[in-house]
Every structure is written in structure tokens, then in C-alpha cells.
């Protein structure tokens, strides 16, 4: 840890040096974000400037005479870094003899520097987290708060974002830091600027050095791994060692090759190093080379102690404290256990917490890495919800850890959370290469439960990517389309997976026209959502598909009972994603009486409320879709038009295909109701083969309908009648939704010149 308040922190400002566009547009960003008081994050490689940034954000911040206070968090050792960072009242642990200020309280109004911010172990992470929030922080055994006046930098060389993946850096933490992020790029970024740095540092020297025209190329060539920390340092040994004060090739040559050579070497040693492991890479660093040396000595502590060139004392103290954090990591992991099975699961998650982060520090932890990975994952998956991004990542660390360890069950369960997160967050590339993943290790373990929650998860997944030919046979090979009347397939999870694969097979059938089967799913489900479903999230499963139907076929009578069914269930139960859709589709049964208003409050509060707000963006296009045909009926056209306009780039980005064609269409048909007739045919023709690529029918009907309405108003009754013959050719038109009756109409009365 370096703690700085060295004259440059009381407002001169630091020599920055850098010509560079890249360095240019770095300095004048900070020009600009200097002077507010934001958090700020400071990325880049080690070595390229960070703390020269972070000591000018300084300098030309609002306090440049406040104090400017360097914290390496790597650095500090772990049972220090609370009371250094918050400060401790007097006797507040064993040694506390007096009270001490910690950083928080020393920066007064200036900046705290926390350089090596991804090494703040989690546990300090919340609390930076609530300092920064709050501004307040109460020093460690203090009765009262103390307010926090500065300004936090931070800095790392991390990939920050890797790591909130990864479940090692909070996601909400890292969200308040990046507001403003400040990019130092590496020097290899920016050789344009190796001349200018030279000759800065060559200034410096207590014999100043100049460079002949050559050496200055040779180093702005040379490759420069540890950035301008590297150059510099090499400057340096010239100062010293240079025979001469003007430098060529021939002089800087020696300097150049063996060291580069030589910190080539450490440098993989390094990042050998860095890749172990666990979060605190110091302490795995020194556990190998403890624990290389005990092997060459054949487990002898004196020589091992002689071999590492300390005593034999720091070797034994060493390996008791590794010892005691090993026991303290089972007993935070018996806690946080205990916790979750009495369902205490906030309480469950600091012990959790801590429990990983000391054995991010234990090689071989994997059976109790995994659990407390799994733990955490289901108690932040029970406060945050099933969309919590930190809980999906500690799946994901959990299935990492306990590959191999023989749990195959558990694991495909976890999958399936991860699955779930990442559909209902619309990463549906993501989510199609997890269910992927689920039908082999199901395959693998010869389970059929999981490979029936496999099937269903990726025929769900194809639906929603708009392959609804391979969604269908998909549910085919998985066995789950035969199932009689009374059959109960429920997976690992225990829900009604036979009420999700009749969901996607009518719906996927719908689209793709096979109108009949369409409704003979519905039939099913609707079998399967009566009072005498003996279980609350079952029926909400089959009523969610059952409504979604009735929708589709424009069942109004069914429509209005199902959906206030699905909404007051889930209310009742606390299924919010359920409850979401419950209210959709009340807002459509609305729209359809002609209860505009009304209609657009529930859908709004259905998608927004129980969706949006909980991060699940699933079902945005087809409530967008329902949304837009509401305001189109309500006389708001332009409102209509934007809706679907941002729906589409929202659908495209995502690559939520199946609703594509009928939100092209609206988006059409809202440009013919403002006027714009050229514009609404043009979108219809694109309309249509948007839905001829995906081969849906039922969006090729919707489309060739209003285009053939289009032509016969503007006197082209003949051409519409062929195209519209054409869209229909080959569509069965056995229990043909409303939609299919009217085209046929529409193509009756072309027919006959109506
Ligand atoms: N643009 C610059 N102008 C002048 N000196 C610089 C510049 N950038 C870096 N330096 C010098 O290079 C050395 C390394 O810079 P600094 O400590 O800011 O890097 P860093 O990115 O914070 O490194 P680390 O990640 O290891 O903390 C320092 O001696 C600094 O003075």
C-alpha cells in the first residue's frame, strides 16, 4: 500500500507528456470531467499512466489544494484494508490503542485514489458501494457516522466487466464507477508519443542525455510490454550507466536487448503468475513458492525457510494463518447453509460472500467453492429475483467449479437457472448455446428429466429466434409432443414441462399455419388450467399458453376470464413475470371491447411493472405488437409508428425474430393511417418477405392483406388480387383464425371485382 500526500498532491499539476490524437482526446475529456465531483474509472494496461491521470483529474478538479491520497487496494494486506480505508475508533479490536483516521476521513475534500480497484475483496466492495451512495461511512467500533467529502477515482488494469461476469466484482459497484471511464491507452497504442517521452525523462537525468535520430526510432520500433513505466525505466539506467551523454545505436543496443530480454522473461513469469487462481493473486503467488519450496525440501520448514530466504518462523506463521482461513471458510460456509435451508436468505449472503473470498485464496477448493457458489447463487436468486445478474454469474462459477466432481444433477439445475436468465434477458444467442450445453450434459448423464427440460428449453429458445419449424422438431425428438391427456413430465424443476412444450408447439404451430394443431394445443392446455390444478405455478404455466392462444385466435370470450385468471393467480403467488402477461393480455381483451384507456394502463403496468423493472425484456415485441394495434384503433397512428419503430431495432439487436412481420406490418398500416400510402406499401412489400424468409404464415397473411387492401384502394384491384392468391396458396383452411377468414373474404370480393 502507498499512501502519497507528496507536494504534487496539494495542486501542481503532475508533467503529463503526450502529442498523441489518442492522448489528446484523452487529456481534453479530462479537461472536461475534472471539475464536477463524479466517480470516476480510470482503465488501462499497468505501467501506461493511470495514477499520472488520476494525480491530473487532481490537480485540475474543484479542491486541487485538498489532498490527494493513493491507495493500492492489492496491496493493503486483507485483515487491514477495513480499518485503513474506514479508520477505527479507540479499542475498537486488540492493538486499537488509539483512535485512526482512515483514508475516507484523511482525503477531506480531495481525491481518493483506489488504484487496483478489482483486488478490493467483495465483502469491502459493499461497502465502498454504500460510502458512495450514502457519503457517509462510520470508522470501524464508531458509534456515530462521518460524512464523506472527497472524490473517489479508481483505477484498474482488469477487464472489471469479466469479473462482474464472473461473480468477483459487484455489478452495482461497478455500474456507479464506470458513469465516467477514462481509457489510458498503452503505449503501443500511441508511438507517436515515445520520442517525446524520452526526451522528458532524458531531461531528468542527472546528466541529461540526447538521443541521435536512429536510437529514437529504434525505441519507438522496440516493443514496450510494461508501457511507459518500461521506458522510463530504461531512460533511467542509461542516466547511470551510459558511457556517453548523447545516445546512438551502438550505446543503447546493450540496454535495450538483455533487459528486454530479461523483463520479457519476468513478464510471463508475471503474468504466470497473475493467471493462477483466485482473487488475490499475491497470496497465491507466495502459497506456490511456500509450497514448491516445502516440496524441494522434502516438507523440511528450515530448508524450505533457507531456500525462500526468510526464517523458518515466517514460513510456520504463514502456514498456520493459511490454515485458520481455511477453517474460517467452512465455518462461513456452515452459516451461510444453515441460513438458506431456514430460508434467512439475505442473511445468507455475507457469510456466503466472505466464505468465497477466502477461498479464492485456497487452490483445490472446488467441492466448497462450488457449494458456496451454488448458495450464494440461490439466495440472491430469491432476494433479487430470477433476472439477478450476480446470481446468474455465480452459477456460472458454481458449474465451472463443480465440473468433474461427479454433480450431475445439480449442475444441469443451475444450467437451467442461467438459461433462463439470459432468455428472459433476451441474450437468446446465449441462451440457445446453454440449452445447447443442457442437451448434451443431460445426454451425458443418461437423466430423462433433464433431458426433457433440455428439449423444452431449446424449442423455447428456437421460438423466440423465429425458427419455429426447428422449435416444433425439436419438441419431436425430445418425445414431447405424444403426451396424453393426464401426462405429467416435470423435469428437474418440477414444473409442468408438458404445459410448456403445448405452449410453444401451438404458438409455433400458429405461425407456421398449422392453424388446426394450433388450437388443438389450446384444447390441451386449457384442460390443463382449471381450479383443480392442484399446483399455483403450473396453472400459470398452461393458463400463460392458453391465454396466449385465445389471443392469437382472437377468442375474446376466452381471452377476458383466462387473462384475469393468469393475473389474480400470480398476484396471489408472487409470480411477477406471469403476472406481467396476465395484465398484457387483459389490456388486449380491453382493446378488443374498445376500452382503449383502460386497455393501455394495464398493458403498460403489465409490461413495464412486472417485466421491464425486473430487467426480463422477453415478450417485449408481441406486447409491443398488441400495444401498437391499441393505439392504432385509438386514432394515434404517430404514437402506433414510433412504438414499433423502436420495437423493430429492439426485436433486430436481439434477434427476436417470430413477431418480426407482424410489427413491420402495424408499423405499416400506422404510415397508411397518417397519410403516407407510397411509404406503408413500400414497408408492406418488406413486410412480406420478412415473413416468406422466416415461413410465417401467419405474418404472411397479416401483411399480404393490408398490401392487397392498399392496392385495391389506390386502383390496382387485379394485382392485389393475385398477390393475395398467391400469399394464400398452399394455406390450410381447416379452424382458420379470423385473420385467415378475412384474406379469404378480401380475395372473394377481389375475385368478383367487389
Ligand atoms: N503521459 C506521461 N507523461 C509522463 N510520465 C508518464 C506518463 N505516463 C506515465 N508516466 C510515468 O510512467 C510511470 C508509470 O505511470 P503510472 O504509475 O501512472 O502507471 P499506472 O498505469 O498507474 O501503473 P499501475 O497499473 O502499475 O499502477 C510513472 O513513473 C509515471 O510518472
Not at 324 to 340: F, I, P
Not at 428 to 435: E, I, P, Y
Not at 533 to 548: C, E, K, M, Y
Not at 652 to 673: F, I, M, P, V
Request: glycine share 10%.
Amino acid at each position: 500500500m502507498v499512501l502519497m500526500l507528496d507536494s504534487a498532491s496539494f495542486g501542481t499539476p503532475t508533467e503529463i507528456v503526450g502529442e498523441s490524437a489518442r492522448f489528446r482526446s484523452l487529456l481534453s475529456l479530462v479537461e472536461r470531467i475534472a471539475p464536477t465531483t463524479h466517480t470516476l474509472l480510470i482503465c488501462g494496461p499497468t505501467g501506461s499512466g493511470k495514477e499520472v491521470v488520476a494525480r491530473r483529474v487532481h490537480a485540475q478538479g474543484l479542491h486541487p489544494g485538498q489532498p490527494f491520497v493513493d491507495v493500492n487496494c492489492g496491496a493493503i494486506p486483507e485483515n487491514l484494508i477495513e480499518s485503513e480505508l474506514f479508520g477505527h475508533a479507540r479499542g475498537a479490536f486488540t492493538g486499537a490503542t488509539s483512535q485512526r483516521p482512515g483514508y475516507f476521513q484523511q482525503v477531506g475534500r480531495g481525491t481518493l485514489f483506489l488504484d487496483e480497484i478489482g483486488e478490493l475483496p467483495l465483502a469491502l466492495q459493499t461497502r465502498l458501494l454504500r460510502v458512495l451512495e450514502t457519503r457517509s461511512f462510520r470508522p470501524i467500533g464508531a458509534s456515530e457516522s462521518l460524512r464523506f467529502e472527497g472524490r473517489v477515482v479508481a483505477a484498474t488494469h482488469r477487464d472489471l466487466q469479466a469479473m462482474v461476469r464472473e461473480g468477483r466484482f459487484r455489478e452495482d459497484l461497478y455500474h456507479r464507477l464506470t458513469v465516467f471511464v477514462l481509457e489510458v491507452p498503452g503505449l503501443d497504442q500511441r508511438r507517436e508519443d515515445i520520442p517525446a517521452l524520452v526526451t522528458h525523462f532524458a531531461a531528468r537525468q542527472p546528466r541529461p542525455l540526447s538521443f541521435s535520430e536512429v536510437a529514437l526510432e529504434r525505441l519507438r520500433q522496440a516493443p514496450w510490454p510494461g508501457h511507459v513505466r518500461q521506458l522510463r525505466n530504461l531512460i533511467d539506467r542509461l542516466g547511470v550507466l551510459a558511457l556517453s551523454e548523447r545516445i546512438g545505436l551502438a550505446e543503447l543496443e546493450p540496454f535495450l536487448a538483455p533487459s528486454q530480454n530479461a523483463s520479457a522473461e519476468q513478464d510471463d513469469l508475471a503474468d504466470a503468475l497473475l493467471a493462477l487462481e483466485g482473487d488475490n493473486k499475491l497470496q497465491a503467488a507466495e502459497n506456490l513458492l511456500i509450497d514448491r519450496a516445502l516440496q524441494h525440501s522434502g516438507g523440511n520448514k528450515s530448508a524450505a525457510a533457507q531456500l525462500l530466504g526468510v526464517s523458518r518462523k515466517v514460513v510456520e506463521r504463514r502456514l498456520k494463518s493459511r490454515e485458520s482461513r481455511g477453517q474460517d471458510a467452512e465455518l462461513l460456509l456452515e452459516e451461510g447453509r444453515r441460513r438458506v435451508e431456514a430460508a434467512e436468505f439475505r442473511e445468507a449472503i455475507p457469510p456466503l460472500r466472505r466464505c468465497l473470498d477466502q477461498l479464492s485464496r485456497r487452490h483445490g477448493a472446488h467441492v466448497l467453492q462450488f457449494e458456496a457458489y451454488r448458495l450464494l447463487g440461490v439466495s440472491l436468486r430469491s432476494v433479487n429475483g430470477w433476472l439477478c445478474a450476480e446470481a446468474c454469474a455465480c452459477y456460472e462459477a458454481a458449474l465451472q467449479a463443480g465440473e468433474g466432481l461427479g454433480y450431475g444433477s445439480e449442475l444441469a439445475s443451475m444450467q437451467f437457472g442461467i438459461w433462463v436468465t439470459q432468455l428472459m434477458t433476451l441474450e437468446l444467442g446465449r441462451a440457445r448455446a446453454t440449452a445447447q450445453d443442457m442437451l448434451q450434459r443431460a445426454r451425458d448423464l443418461g437423466s430423462p428429466a433433464a433431458l426433457d427440460e433440455a428439449h423444452v428449453a431449446m424449442a423455447n429458445t428456437l421460438f423466440w429466434l423465429g425458427d419455429c419449424e426447428e422449435a416444433l422438431a425439436c419438441l419431436a425428438r425430445g418425445g414431447l409432443l405424444q403426451g396424453g391427456e393426464d401426462e405429467a413430465r416435470s423435469g428437474l424443476q418440477g414444473f409442468d414441462l408438458v404445459a410448456l412444450a403445448l405452449t410453444f408447439e401451438g404458438l409455433a404451430a400458429f405461425q407456421l399455419g398449422a392453424f388446426a394443431r394450433a388450437r388443438q394445443a389450446m384444447q390441451r392446455l386449457l384442460l390443463r388450467c382449471g381450479e383443480d390444478n392442484p399446483h399455483p405455478f403450473n396453472r400459470a404455466l398452461a393458463l400463460q399458453g392458453a391465454v396466449w392462444l385465445a389471443c392469437l385466435f382472437e377468442d375474446r370470450e376466452r381471452l377476458g376470464p383466462l387473462a384475469a385468471d393468469l393475473d389474480s393467480l400470480s398476484e396471489q403467488h408472487g409470480f411477477t413475470f406471469y403476472r406481467g402477461i396476465g395484465q398484457v393480455f387483459r389490456g388486449c381483451h380491453m382493446g378488443s371491447l374498445g376500452a382503449f384507456d383502460e386497455a393501455e394502463r394495464f398493458m403498460l403496468e403489465g409490461y413495464q411493472s412486472h417485466m421491464l423493472n425486473h430487467g426480463g425484456r422477453l415478450f417485449h415485441s408481441f406486447q409491443a405488437w398488441q400495444r401498437g394495434e391499441l393505439l392504432l384503433q385509438a386514432g394515434r397512428p404517430a404514437d402506433c409508428e414510433s412504438l414499433l419503430a423502436h420495437a423493430l431495432d429492439l426485436a433486430l439487436e436481439h434477434q427476436e425474430r417470430t413477431y418480426l412481420g407482424e410489427l413491420q406490418t402495424l408499423k405499416a398500416r400506422a404510415r397508411w393511417a397518417q397519410g403516407d400510402p407510397d411509404g406503408a406499401e413500400q414497408e408492406l412489400r418488406s413486410a412480406l418477405s420478412t415473413a416468406m424468409a422466416l415461413g410465417s404464415v401467419s405474418a404472411r397473411i397479416a401483411a399480404a392483406t393490408q398490401l392487397a387492401l392498399l392496392l385495391r384502394q389506390t386502383r390496382r384491384a387485379q394485382q392485389a388480387a393475385e398477390l393475395l392468391a398467391r400469399a394464400l396458396r398452399g394455406v390450410a383452411t381447416e379452424a382458420p383464425p379470423p385473420s385467415l377468414a378475412r384474406a379469404l373474404q378480401l380475395l372473394a370480393e377481389l375475385g368478383t371485382g367487389h
